[in-house]
């Protein structure tokens, strides 16, 4: 089995539960960022406080909305880039030893390279999975509000369903999201807000590039601290993440609420503040209506979630990497990745 591929899975499998853990923190901040509110407005929901909100009104099967095209996109998003992530990877580190045999560089993949691989990485993965993220934005902006509560009450500007003397509405399905999305744009519809996601792609770049920094000089300390030993803990590796992931967030987070604007549910009303009809036509408008704020809002709650999902994700794929190597070693079965001479 290639390193690719062990990468692939393990980064798929730590995706998913780390989804799982930080999903309702998700489903909060995809509606903080989508919220169209005028530069005054009345006091802002802390994330508990809207956490409590929608389950009051909506349940509390509504911080899962979207939970099952959310795994699969996560799955196939950790998945491809990952395996893209490690076949860059490998080429970049063995251009880096062949210019070590030329006389130039020490053989390591510096920190400029590190930044390419993974944003070709991101690249790849951002075409190919940015329907299923899209059918996400729309399943986790819709609120489905009861008789008894105004849709007024909650402050999404996702089309609500309201139930009238007693019948349920028809449930918001991923079938659903699917046609509505079809029959807005077409095929194109689905890559909406593929501009600025390729953008995001420097946060991973970003995180990786601060996550594997971190992770080279505390091998080396650790090295040279003890004899040889560069082994990391589990911890260590989750702290890691989560201050790679802290960085990266902060500098790229006002992309991260363009892109969803765009991909959430365009409402076609008189007020401007609802539609957008590009990436720039979004940014103006979010600067003439809510200003430079506009572009932060539920950062808090995104700082949480991201950090938190990403320091799991770490932890959970270097374990799964590591026992998958064990079992390969025992089983007699050794790696594609070749070791430098």
Known sequence: MSDALINGLAGAGGGIIAQLITYPLQTVNTRQQT??????????????????????????????????????????????????????????????????????????????????????????????????????????????????????????????ETAIDGIEPPPYGTGHVIQEVYDEAGVWGFWKGVFPTLIMVSNPSIQFMLYETMLKKLKKRRASSKKGDNGVTALEIFLLGALAKLGATVVTYPVLVVKARLQAKQLKTEDKRHHYEGTLDAILKMIHYEGFYGFYK???????????????????KEELVRGARLLLTKGGISTARSKPP
């Open 298 to 316: 539920g950062m808090s709650t995104k700082i949480v979630q991201s950090v938190l999902a990403a320091a799991v994700l770490f932890m959970v």
């Open 35 to 160: 919220e169209r509110d005028p530069k005054k407005e009345k006091r802002k929901l802390g994330t508990i406080e809207r956490m409590c909100q929608v389950v009051k009104h909506e349940g509390w099967e509504r911080l899962y909305g979207g939970l099952t095209p959310s795994l699969v996109g996560t799955a196939a998003s950790q998945g491809v880039y990952y395996y893209f992530y490690q076949i860059f990877r490998d080429k970049a580190e063995a251009i880096a030893l062949e210019r070590k045999r030329k006389g130039f560089g020490d053989g390591s993949v510096g920190m400029f390279a590190s930044l390419v691989v993974a944003a070709f990485a991101g690249s790849v993965n951002v075409l190919l999975t940015n329907p299923i993220w899209v059918i996400v934005t729309r399943m986790q902006t819709h609120t489905k509000v009861s008789k008894k509560c105004k849709s007024s009450d909650l402050s999404s500007v996702a089309a609500n």
